[in-house]
T-cell receptor
């Protein structure tokens, strides 16, 4: 296991389309996070899973956003009816116990 | 809610010199973690150093050290003997012990000049 993996690395979509991103955490990590990062800003917390349970969601996560982690392993983040304001880097991170979070390389979304 | 403030959007330092990046945070918690993460251009975020709030001793990792002032809610990062590879965005982050979301500051863009 070489770390947190995110797919795709880049996504360009037309406004109004749906997109789905995938995150594969480090295999023994039971905690998984999604963040959104816009240019020149720090990551903003979106949601958090412990195993398969989604324990916390940010108010940033509108009804168009949904995240799942069905078997407590990989996670998906779906954005429906994308808007130009959704353009950002979407980061996934995982951790176990009291260790630090390990980040993936992110998925850069561009909505045109 | 916890907030993390990095008041220096950009900094630069000459190679081999020392630079200090500032971070302050706001919390009512007594136990928590603090982190500095580095994000090189177009590369993923990696941990530089971490500090547990219950530990009075400042964390050190090779050329990186922190000045943790709990009463002042300050957590600065000192980079000694700066190297060109230290050029990156640096983010300060806060995490409560019993909660699991990590809050980040807006970042400081550090440029190391040859």
């Amino acid at each position: 296991d070489t770390g947190v993996s995110q797919d795709p690395r880049h996504k360009i979509t037309k406004r109004g389309q749906n997109v789905t991103f995938r995150c594969d955490p480090i295999s023994e990590h039971n905690r998984l996070y999604w963040y959104r990062q816009t240019l020149g800003q720090g990551p903003e917390f979106l949601t958090y899973f412990q195993n398969e349970a989604q324990l916390e969601k940010s108010r940033l996560l509108s009804d168009r956003f949904s995240a799942e982690r069905p078997k407590g392993s990989f996670s998906t983040l779906e954005i429906q009816r994308t808007e130009q304001g959704d353009s950002a880097m979407y980061l996934c991170a995982s951790r176990q116990g009291r260790t630090e979070a390990f980040f993936g390389q992110g998925t850069r979304l561009t909505v045109v | 809610a916890q907030t993390v403030t990095q008041s220096q959007p950009e900094m630069s330092v000459q190679e081999a010199e020392t630079v200090t990046l500032s971070c302050t945070y706001d919390t009512s918690e007594s136990n928590y973690y603090l982190f500095w993460y580095k994000q090189p251009p177009s590369r993923q975020m990696i941990l530089v150093i971490r500090q547990e709030a219950y530990k009075q001793q400042n964390a050190t990792e090779n050329r990186f050290s922190v000045n943790f002032q709990k009463a002042a809610k300050s957590f600065s990062l000192k980079i000694s003997d700066s190297q060109l590879g230290d050029t990156a965005m640096y983010f300060c982050a806060f995490m409560k012990l019993n909660n699991n979301d990590m809050r980040f500051g807006a970042g400081t863009r550090l440029t190391v000049k040859p």
